[in-house]
C-alpha cells in the first residue's frame, strides 16, 4: 500500500470548500489533511501540516493564492500547489505560475480531470488547463519580439518539452518517443540549463515565453 497523497483545501467560499473537500474524501488514496479560508491560513497549515499539496483558490481575503503560493513554495519546499480556481486571465495564470505553482486547473474541469490533476502534480508533473495552456501560448507569441536570441533547443529536447507541457511523466515522455526513461532525464537536464531554470514548470513557461512550444 502507497502513503496517501495528503492535501490542504484552500478557499473562502465555505459551501465550495466543503464540495471539494468531500469530493477528495471520496476518492481512495487522498487524505484532506487541512482546511484553509484565506491565503494566509493556506501558508500556516501548510506550515503545520507539511502537506504533499495545497490545493489554492486565486481570489481570497488576507493574502491571495498566488501571495500564499510563493510563501508555501519558499517556506515548505516537499509542498507542491495545484491552482484551482474560477479565473484564467492572463495576469491570474502568470502570477500563479511565477509564484511557483505546479498546475492551475478550472473549477469548471470534469472531476476525473480534476482528480487526475492532483494525483499528477503530487507526482512530480506539472498540469495546465487545455485553455490555460493555450492562453500562455497566445501571449507569449504576441510579444515574442525576442524569439530569434533564444536559446537553440535539438528536435528531440523541443518533443521532451512539448510532451512535459501536456502533462506526461517521463516514463510516459520514454514511452512516446521509444526512447529510454534516463534518456528523458538527460534531456530534461540540457533543457534547464539551456532555459536558465530549474524545474519542469519553470521550463515549460520559460519555453512558452521564447515562442519555443
Same mark, same amino acid.
Given at each position: 500500500?502507497?502513503?496517501?497523497?495528503?492535501?490542504?483545501?484552500?478557499?473562502?467560499?465555505?459551501?465550495?470548500?466543503?464540495?471539494?473537500?468531500?469530493?477528495?474524501?471520496? #476518492?481512495?488514496?487522498?487524505?484532506?489533511?487541512?482546511?484553509? $479560508?484565506?491565503?494566509?491560513?493556506?501558508?500556516?497549515?501548510?506550515?503545520?501540516?507539511?502537506?504533499?499539496?495545497?490545493?489554492?483558490?486565486?481570489?481570497?481575503?488576507?493574502?491571495?493564492?498566488?501571495?500564499?503560493?510563493?510563501?508555501?513554495?519558499?517556506?515548505?519546499?516537499?509542498?507542491?500547489?495545484?491552482?484551482? %480556481? %474560477?479565473?484564467?486571465?492572463?495576469?491570474?495564470?502568470?502570477?500563479?505560475? #511565477?509564484?511557483?505553482?505546479?498546475?492551475?486547473?478550472?473549477? !469548471?474541469?470534469?472531476?476525473?480531470?480534476?482528480?487526475?490533476?492532483?494525483?499528477?502534480?503530487?507526482?512530480?508533473?506539472?498540469?495546465?488547463?487545455? *485553455?490555460?495552456?493555450?492562453?500562455?501560448?497566445?501571449?507569449?507569441?504576441?510579444?515574442?519580439?525576442?524569439?530569434? !536570441? $533564444?536559446?537553440?533547443?535539438?528536435?528531440?529536447?523541443?518533443?521532451?518539452?512539448?510532451?512535459?507541457?501536456?502533462?506526461?511523466?517521463?516514463?510516459?515522455? !520514454?514511452? *512516446?518517443?521509444?526512447?529510454?526513461?534516463?534518456?528523458?532525464?538527460?534531456?530534461?537536464?540540457?533543457?534547464?540549463?539551456?532555459?536558465?531554470?530549474?524545474?519542469? %514548470?519553470?521550463?515549460?513557461?520559460?519555453?512558452? #515565453?521564447?515562442?519555443?512550444?
Amino acid at each position: 500500500m502507497t502513503d496517501p497523497i495528503r492535501i490542504v483545501v484552500a478557499d473562502d467560499h465555505p459551501i465550495v470548500r466543503a464540495g471539494i473537500v468531500g469530493l477528495l474524501e471520496s #476518492e481512495p488514496g487522498i487524505e484532506v489533511v487541512g482546511e484553509a $479560508a484565506d491565503g494566509a491560513q493556506a501558508v500556516a497549515v501548510a506550515e503545520a501540516e507539511r502537506p504533499d499539496l495545497v490545493l489554492m483558490d486565486l481570489r481570497m481575503p488576507v493574502l491571495d493564492g498566488a501571495a500564499a503560493t510563493a510563501r508555501i513554495v519558499a517556506t515548505s519546499p516537499g509542498t507542491r500547489v495545484l491552482v484551482l %480556481t %474560477t479565473y484564467e486571465t492572463d495576469d491570474h495564470i502568470l502570477a500563479a505560475i #511565477e509564484a511557483g505553482a505546479s498546475g492551475y486547473l478550472l473549477k !469548471a474541469a470534469p472531476q476525473a480531470e480534476i482528480l487526475a490533476g492532483i494525483r499528477a502534480v503530487a507526482a512530480g508533473e506539472t498540469v495546465l488547463a487545455p *485553455s490555460i495552456a493555450a492562453k500562455l501560448v497566445s501571449r507569449v507569441r504576441a510579444g515574442a519580439s525576442a524569439a530569434s !536570441a $533564444a536559446p537553440q533547443l535539438s528536435p528531440r529536447e523541443l518533443e521532451v518539452l512539448r510532451l512535459v507541457a501536456t502533462g506526461r511523466s517521463n516514463p510516459e515522455i !520514454a514511452r *512516446s518517443l521509444f526512447i529510454g526513461e534516463a534518456t528523458v532525464k538527460t534531456h530534461l537536464l540540457h533543457v534547464f540549463e539551456k532555459l536558465e531554470v530549474n524545474d519542469r %514548470t519553470r521550463a515549460v513557461t520559460r519555453a512558452m #515565453e521564447l515562442g519555443l512550444i
